[in-house]
């Protein structure tokens, strides 16, 4: 039997009716989701039909359904080019289409609303010819002045783009050559260019409807994707549609046309034991990023399958503000460093279902260096001894002081990382900080870290190419996800050059030499390697992962009656 759906409101009506004392006992509160995603590559579990990702359904089954899918907190933005984080671009995938796709059967580039692409021999400049036919949700063309659009608009500061900004590198134009053919010219070679325009974040919008809507176009999404936007509930729930005129799909899709689903709808519900109640008793059909303490028991269940990815990128780590006193002491920021049981944290924090992080990337991701996470292993003496070096001596209730002052650390938080924040509180106690955790509303968090009023600021990155990690160093991104508050021109420059390099072998050393500088420099203490864990009722058939594990392709999908 289909299982039976459900909105946010009866989702928050399970979340009252959940015990509360879980929130008392110390270090068992529930992991949640990557804020920042943009992905790579990566091995990905079976499709939930028990078919190798990529299956298309069998041709006797019954196609159609809507698909409930309960996410981690509130989208900030159904505006790709503003958008950052998972939760929108969940949406936002099945809304709009990219040039390219990033295959999850052979990790290589295949056209999408591109039908194919010539690149010239210095790397500058890439050609595209487009696909013929294609429309967005409100009639208007896609063409190439709609990718001309759409890649300037990037680039524009009034768009207040930070992750498509930072993906797209050192665009310089585009041309219009004919109506399906476009010039996208860049200021220096940029292998990543292919790779940028597979993310969702550089998805195309309707020139006509970012006239109609300007700013409210973040709640009012048009594409060229396989569902069509209906409405967003704050604070409860997004619809999609099919698009009965989708007839452009990749070829590396199970069929052609419409998708199966009739319907799509995310459910906004940030409390972990609420999801996996939603879950368990039928009302929705997936859910992200499981908490560590139901993984197994879920697992043996066999109404649901696991679809499990490790994601490359950047871990979800404590960014350290290095403008705020203590933090502007390196010595102070290595001695956290030292002072973070990071195993421990993670252990307690996802009860053994994922990793900890000890470098800047993760160890996933092409050009993780091994020796930037050896340099700083657990040894809360030597953090000690930093710390009393430092001027912070131990007082008499186990907090340091130094000037009168507790060291006292401020984290501005979310929801979803509750565990590790309790986990590390507990933890850095031992060698004489005070985490003090102020969880807000997602929105509110990312704004207030963006402005620097953290000490600590977590979050992680689920990146494509080392270039997307960038985006919280660079200094373009200040008073954006450069969490660290850095401002060195000669780091920027490391960044742009390795962008820029042709040679792989050459950029793998350019980019651990950036990891390097990272952890000499003490910007970041790695806290968790992020894998998903995400369940789906068996009912859902032909749904996929993508090439970068962290999102499922809905194309091919549809509900067993």
Known sequence: MRPTMTTARHIRRLERSEPRGWRSRPL???????????????????????????????????????????????????DPHVAA?????????????TLVLLSPDDQQFHPYLADSWTISPDGTTYTFELHPGVTFHDGTPF?????????????????????????LGPYESSTVIDDLTVEVKMETAYPPLLDALSQTSLGMLSPAAV???????????????FM??????????????RNEDYNWAPDIWGHQGPAYLEKYTLIVADEPAARVTALETGDVLAIEDTPGQDVARLEADERFELVKSPLPGAPRGWFMNTERAPLDDINVRKALLFGFDREEIVQLATFGTQD?????????????????????????????????????TMGPDGIRVKDGQPLRLRTIGFEVFRALYEAAQSNVREIGVDLELEIIATAAAVEANHRGDHHLGMTGVVASDPSNVALFYHSRNYDGFNWPRVQDPAFDKMWD?????????????MYEDIQMHIMENAYVIPGQVIVRNNFFHTSVKG??????????????AYIEP
């Open 28 to 78: 068992v509160a529930l992991i949640g989701a990557a804020l920042m995603v943009t992905a790579c590559g990566t091995t990905a579990s079976p499709s939930p039909d028990g078919s190798a990702p990529g299956t298309a359904p069998s041709a006797e089954a019954a196609r159609g359904g809507e698909f409930t899918f309960a996410a981690n907190f509130e989208p900030d933005s159904l």
């Open 85 to 97: 984080n998972s939760s929108s671009l969940i949406v936002l995938q099945n809304v709009v289409d």
């Open 143 to 167: 063409d190439a002045a709609a990718v001309k659009f759409n890649l300037d608009r990037v680039v524009d500061p009034e768009t207040g783009s930070t992750l498509a900004l930072t993906n």
């Open 211 to 225: 006239e109609e809507f300007g700013a409210d176009i973040g709640t009012n999404p048009v594409g060229t994707g």
């Open 228 to 241: 069509k936007f209906v409405s967003w509930t704050k604070q409860d729930k997004i619809e999609l549609v």
């Open 356 to 392: 900890p992080g000890f470098g800047p990337f993760s160890p996933a991701l092409w050009s993780y260096s091994e020796e930037a996470a050896s340099l700083y292993p657990y040894d809360p003496d030597q953090a000690g001894r930093l710390l009393d070096e430092a001027g912070w």
């Open 497 to 509: 050059d390795a962008a820029a390099e042709t040679d792989r072998d050459t950029r793998q050393q």
């Open 543 to 556: 749904a996929r992962p993508d090439a970068r594990g962290i999102y499922i392709w809905l194309y091919d």
